[in-house]
């Protein structure tokens, strides 16, 4: 695994993995596993990833990941709204 290195300009993301197991529920019925906190820098010409885990690293200044699905769950339902009210208008 890659040693993330502390003097890269480091851009963190909070992803989900898929174990690629058949069997396995979470992937199935989910995004997968996680989210995890990985970490993406440049090394010359190619981009690297690192494994950083569950905890948001102290160098991420985005914002919390629980803050960020609240919002996008109320996207999802004023959009729902607006499209099941479309037809009544009309
Ligand atoms: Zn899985």
């Not at 909070?14 to 906190?37: A, D, E, N, V």
């Not at 803050?67 to 099941?84: D, I």
């Amino acid at each position: 695994m890659a040693v993330i290195p502390s003097d890269q300009h480091i851009t963190y993301q909070l992803q989900f993995r898929k174990c690629g197991k058949p069997s396995c529920s979470t992937c199935r019925t989910g995004q997968g596993h996680g989210p995890y906190w990985y970490a993406y820098w440049r090394q010359g010409s190619r981009l690297r990833s690192g494994y950083i885990g569950k905890v948001r690293p102290a160098g991420c200044k985005q914002g919390n990941p629980t803050e960020k699905k609240q919002k996008s769950t109320v996207a999802k339902t004023a959009e729902y709204s607006k499209a099941s009210a479309a037809p009544a208008l009309m």
